[in-house]
């Protein structure tokens, strides 16, 4: 995407208002049954990825854009394992853990709910987790309810934030350098929580990923990754 077609980029094409909750996940206000079922099959599986006896699991939730109305055909569907972690011994290496089985679990599985990305999250139970909607899948209820608030934005502001993002992206793929491409990778996902608990679901930050997603800048940049580290861990044939 050029300068010319930031100009006219429509802030609609990366964030949609819907009249109702996803129905693809959605019955009504409630979660469609045979969806819970197989979220908690993922849960289960993801948390025996994990390889942590008797983990105090608190929760079960689904939060972003799926759990409210401003969902697109690109959300992913933000499915969160909220863990008790305050009797945990060196709870920040847990973290670091939990970090890593994440990425690993997420680059080695590609598991869909109606043609929608799942992506595994461990979230400490303690922490406030900022979201248009909550949805407690274990319990099958709100804990956040989404408002039927129209998306309303500036415009301008989204774009420099892009614009600045993109450039560092952009700036880490010619690198080659697959831990700067973490970093960035890395950067772009806090900026997002960051500005989620700052200024919320319209907030630049979070349109700006949206934007960044849309474009495929993400995509590129995951995908490019994943291609580094198997090289990395690949052996050339030898003659």
Do not use: C
């Not at 608030?149 to 774009?159: E, G, Q, R, S």
């Not at 990778?185 to 349109?207: F, S, Y």
């Amino acid at each position: 995407m050029n300068l010319k077609e930031l100009d006219t980029f429509n802030l609609g094409d990366a964030v949609k208002f819907h009249d109702e909750l996803n129905p693809i996940i959605f019955d009504g206000d409630y979660m469609k049954p045979e969806v819970r079922t197989q979220l908690l099959l993922i849960a289960q599986d993801f948390v025996d990825h994990l390889g942590i006896n008797h983990l105090d699991i608190d929760d079960i939730t689904i939060s972003g854009s799926n759990a409210a109305y401003s969902y697109t055909d690109l959300s992913d569907i933000d499915l969160h394992i909220l863990v008790d972690m305050s009797e945990m011994d060196n709870n920040e290496i847990y973290r670091e853990l939990f970090n890593a089985k994440k990425y690993q679990y997420n680059d080695e599985h590609d598991i869909k709910i109606g043609g929608y990305d799942v992506e595994l999250y461990v979230q400490p139970a303690d922490q406030e987790h900022v979201s248009a909607g909550v949805y407690s899948v274990k319990n099958d209820d709100w804990i956040h309810i989404p408002r039927k608030v129209p998306a309303t934005a500036n415009d301008a502001v989204v774009k420099d934030k892009y614009e600045l993002v993109k450039s560092a992206i952009e700036s880490a793929l010619k690198s080659r350098d697959i831990d700067k491409m973490r970093r960035e990778w890395d950067k772009v996902k806090e900026m997002r929580k960051a500005g989620l608990a700052k200024n919320g679901e319209l907030g630049p930050e979070n349109l700006a990923f949206k934007m960044l997603r849309t474009q495929g800048d993400l995509g590129e940049l995951r995908d490019t990754i994943r291609r580094a580290k198997d090289a990395e861990l690949s052996l050339a044939e030898q003659n």
